[in-house]
C-alpha cells in the first residue's frame, strides 16, 4: 500500500483548462499507479476545461460546489457527490457557473506510448 498525504500532493498545469488549480495524487509524475492517474481540481467562479476530447475515458466526481458538464450540446449540472464518466474521444467542457469553488476528484486512464 502507498499513502499519499494531502500536504504532499503537488500542482500541475492541466492543458486547456482556466481558472483551476490541480493536484496530482496518484499516476503520471506522482507515482504510485501506473494504470490510473488521480488528481484533484479546484475551479473558480467560472473557471473550466475544454471543449476538447481525448482518447482516455475520465471519471469526475464532484465534491464540493457545482460543475456544468456539456457534452453533444446537452447540459447536465453534477452537485456533491454526483460523477460522471466521459467516454474515450467524447467532446466535452466543464464549466463552474456557480459562486462558490467547485472541486472535483479527476480519475484517467494514462495515455499509451
Given at each position: 500500500m502507498q499513502v499519499k498525504r494531502f500536504a504532499d500532493a503537488k500542482p500541475y498545469e492541466a492543458a486547456n483548462h482556466r481558472g483551476c488549480s490541480a493536484l496530482?495524487?496518484?499516476?503520471?509524475?506522482?507515482g504510485g499507479t501506473t494504470s490510473l492517474i488521480v488528481g484533484l481540481s479546484h475551479f473558480l467562479p467560472g473557471g473550466g476545461a475544454g471543449p476538447d476530447a481525448s482518447p482516455p475515458e475520465k471519471v469526475y466526481f464532484v465534491l464540493a460546489g457545482e460543475l456544468t458538464v456539456i457534452v453533444d450540446g446537452?447540459?447536465?449540472?453534477?452537485?456533491?457527490?454526483?460523477?460522471?464518466v466521459i467516454g474515450?474521444?467524447?467532446?466535452?467542457?466543464?464549466?463552474?457557473?456557480?459562486?462558490?469553488?467547485?472541486?472535483?476528484?479527476?480519475?484517467?486512464?494514462p495515455v499509451a506510448k
Open positions: 496530482r495524487l496518484f499516476g503520471a509524475e506522482a446537452k447540459e447536465t449540472v453534477l452537485k456533491a457527490n454526483d460523477s460522471c474515450s474521444n467524447e467532446m466535452r467542457e466543464i464549466v463552474n457557473r456557480g459562486n462558490e469553488v467547485c472541486t472535483i476528484v479527476v480519475a484517467v486512464s
